[in-house]
């Protein structure tokens, strides 16, 4: 179990990982490029092999990058659909270029094409991006809060999706605790968490289960708003994360907060308060 923190890649990219060592993370997140835009940056080989110095300096094992949230695979617009393959398919090589173990994405939106459509289109899509760039990092697909016509609220949809991708060995999810209390989750209570980690172990597996974004609610239950809180503050609570980080099941997995950062020492604050709840 290793504890993280999404941090800025101001300056360069390898500034990242020193940024997540003074914080005192054994793992950490990134985004790889503009992460509301479509130009994709290139990364030279020498920042390349600078993070990867760093990575080893600071004894990273394990790192995640999250994708641009403009890709929206499952588009009935063609242009779109175009765009964002090739915008993951850049993220993939920016991946591998860094060493970097996982990539999270966002299922995306079928904006009205209706869900089949969506999920067909998306499984489809990554079937063909891992064979073509046959990458090493592992996709993860991340659980969303359920707002409009988002794909991968339920454990039912992210398993139909790596189904119609071949089962590739290269996916898995990453759950998001917000999220998932926005759509009807509720880790709060310990029955529920066990029943949620026996799901997806039956319908994905929970070896593919590689990270776990822990981020408390501002959001009532099943109320679909995606809105991070600080861990404890909000209404997941201490309690739901204390049944999450000492679930047996979970203690090989990597926690990145994404936590919202309101003063200077916020991501201290929610990392030394997780970290705390671990008996
Ligand atoms: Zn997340």
């Not at 529920?192 to 597996?205: A, F, M, P």
């Not at 201290?268 to 997780?274: A, E, F, R, V, W």
């Amino acid at each position: 179990m290793e504890f993280g923190v999404h941090v800025s890649i101001a300056g360069g990219i390898d500034k990242s990982p020193k940024r997540a060592a003074d914080l005192d993370c054994g793992t950490f997140q990134i985004f790889s490029t503009n992460p509301r835009g479509w130009k994709g940056r290139e990364i030279s080989d020498k920042e390349a092999n600078n993070f990867k110095d760093k990575l080893k300096e600071y004894n990273f094992n394990k790192t995640v990058i999250h994708t641009s949230y403009l890709i929206n695979i499952p588009s009935p617009k063609d242009e779109l659909y175009n765009k964002s393959i090739k915008a993951l398919r850049k993220g993939v090589r920016r991946a591998d270029k860094l060493g970097v173990e996982y990539i999270v994405l966002h299922p995306g939106s079928h904006t009205g094409s209706g869900i089949e459509k969506g999920i067909k289109r998306i499984g489809e899509a990554l079937k063909f991006i891992l064979e073509e760039e046959n990458p090493k990092v592992n996709i993860l697909l991340e659980n969303v809060a359920g707002a409009g016509t988002a794909i991968g609220s339920t454990v039912d949809e992210l398993a139909q999706i790596i189904e119609l991708a071949n089962k590739d060995k290269r996916l898995g999810i990453c759950y998001d605790t917000c999220h998932g209390f926005a759509a009807g989750y509720d880790i709060r209570d310990k029955k529920r968490l066990d029943c949620l980690l026996q799901e997806i172990d039956d319908k994905i597996g929970l070896d593919r289960l590689s990270v776990i974004h822990a981020n408390d609610s501002k959001g009532e239950l099943a109320f679909n708003k995606d809105r991070h809180h600080h861990i404890g503050k909000g209404n997941i609570g201490l309690e739901g994360f204390s049944n999450l980080v000492n679930h047996p099941s979970l203690s090989d997995k990597l926690f990145i907060l994404e936590t919202p950062i309101d003063e200077e020492g916020d991501d201290t604050y929610n990392l030394k308060t997780i970290k705390g709840l671990v008996k």
